[in-house]
């Protein structure tokens, strides 16, 4: 079947520690994105990419890097630099890049914890 | 800037009942498209419907119908005879075509469908 998986669905962080939070899509789209969930809120870009070997600082990218080195995978990293880890992460994909009208299509998700 | 509000924090209805999930926004372009999510608890964003600006005409699809109107900036959505199914957090998201792939998320509403 096609989709995007995410893992681990619950992530626990030491402080101090990086961690990694795997997306993967088999949809052959071009353009994946990081979004943070809080309690209450809507979601906010971290990260967007909409090429192999290219990406774009979102609203909230300070504490967070990212990496696209194969179309289908784009892993995100919650650094220690990051001092409120704890949220829900969301991973997107949509089929064509830099156009607004694409629709993008959503991941389980992982919740990460901080110890 | 581009914003979107979701005034209604948490609605409860009574299965069978008729429930409207209002959507304003803000964008100084004219060529933008508007999203509905739902989130269920398992906590995976579905796509419900794209709009994009130029087309104003209402859509039904099944018990779901969405009122788009540029004249008062709103999107709304209206659940016919709500099932306990529907229970969920609804949002609703814009994107411009100025600010490339970015989606700006509504901080949600939770649907709660009861016996």
């Known amino acids: 079947d096609g989709g995007i998986t995410q893992s681990p669905k619950y992530l626990f962080r030491k402080e101090g520690q990086n961690v990694t939070l795997s997306c993967e899509q088999n949809l052959n789209h071009d353009a994946m994105y990081w979004y943070r969930q809080d309690p209450g809120q809507g979601l906010r870009l971290i990260y967007y990419?909409?090429?192999?070997?290219?990406?774009q600082k979102g609203d909230i990218a300070e504490g967070y890097s990212v990496s696209r080195e194969k179309k289908e995978s784009f892993p995100l990293t919650v650094t220690s630099a990051q001092k409120n880890p704890t949220a829900f992460y969301l991973c997107?994909?949509?089929?064509?890049?830099?156009?607004?009208?694409?629709?993008?299509?959503f991941g389980p998700g992982t919740r990460l914890l901080v110890l | 800037a581009q914003k979107v509000t979701q005034a209604q924090t948490e609605i409860s209805v009574v299965e069978k009942e008729d429930v409207t999930l209002d959507c304003v926004y803000e964008t100084r372009d004219t060529t933008y498209y508007l999203f509905w999510y739902k989130q269920p608890p398992s906590g995976e964003l579905v796509f419900l419907i794209r709009?994009?600006?130029?087309?104003?005409q209402n859509e039904i699809s099944g018990r779901y119908s969405w009122n788009f109107q540029k004249s008062t900036s709103s999107f709304n959505f209206t659940i016919t005879a709500s099932q306990v199914v529907d229970s969920a957090v609804y949002f609703c998201a814009l994107a411009f075509t100025g600010g490339g792939n970015k989606l700006t998320f509504g901080t949600g509403t939770q649907l709660k469908v009861e016996l």
């Open positions: 997107a994909s949509s089929p064509f890049r830099g156009t607004a009208k694409e629709t993008q299509y």
């Open positions: 990419s909409q090429i192999v070997n290219d990406f």
């Open positions: 709009r994009n600006s130029f087309d104003e």
